[in-house]
């Protein structure tokens, strides 16, 4: 029986491709047989636990056995010290301060600059804590001390002679015979105010 080849290849070929979805293999005669039943599959294996060039850290071992350095990933060193979270020592005496120390507002000097706003008066009058803060002041009629002038009028007296809670308000005062004030209109008011009785003498 004569065949055409050529023919009988082209049938062929044509049936392998839908052997294939079959998973047929077709056997051509003469030792042939088509390999080609499918798309071709490639199949990868990894190694784990191997590495490529590109994740290195900048040292390895050549094959010489001598380490070499990546100079390009090697960290940036630097001396310089950081220099924040200084302070400066001379910070927060402002108000009256000559540069040398401190005048109190009566006019005696402190020597030490770093007395001043300490939260412990060392000015007679107490204005290195008042003043020496920047602090507006109220000064008392008696001692003339300082106490900052949100005190005065709090209800709270504050100087020895009352006068924040008097002079410091605004009012008119009498002044007792031992320097306490007291409002002008509490006088003869048939009570005693001053310690000493004083508003209620001479009525």
Not at 64 to 92: C, F, H, L, M
Not at 148 to 161: F, G, K, L
Not at 179 to 201: F, L, Q, R, Y
Request: aromatic share 4%.
């Amino acid at each position: 029986m004569n065949i055409d080849l050529a023919k009988f290849l082209s049938v062929a070929a044509l049936m392998s491709q839908g052997a294939a979805a079959a998973g047929c293999t077709i056997n051509l005669g003469n030792g042939f047989t088509d390999t080609n039943l499918g798309p071709e599959t490639t199949t990868t294996t990894s190694t784990s636990g191997t590495t490529d060039d590109a994740t290195t850290t900048g040292t390895g071992v050549d094959s010489n056995d001598t380490t070499e350095t990546d100079p390009g990933t090697s960290a940036p060193t630097t001396t310089d010290v950081p220099t924040t979270g200084t302070t400066d020592a001379t910070a927060g005496t402002t108000a009256g301060t000559t540069g040398e120390g401190f005048v109190c507002s009566d006019g005696t000097a402190l020597d030490n600059p770093a007395w001043v706003c300490d939260e412990n008066p060392d000015c007679p009058d107490g204005s290195d804590e008042v003043t020496g803060c920047g602090i507006e002041a109220f000064t008392c009629n008696g001692d003339k001390k300082e106490i900052p002038s949100t005190w005065a009028c709090d209800e709270v007296p504050d100087c020895v002679d009352n006068s924040d809670e008097v002079t410091g308000c605004g009012l008119e005062a009498f002044t007792c015979t031992n320097g306490t004030e007291i409002p002008a209109t509490w006088k003869c008011d048939t009570a005693e105010d001053c310690p000493d009785g004083s508003d209620e003498a001479d009525c």
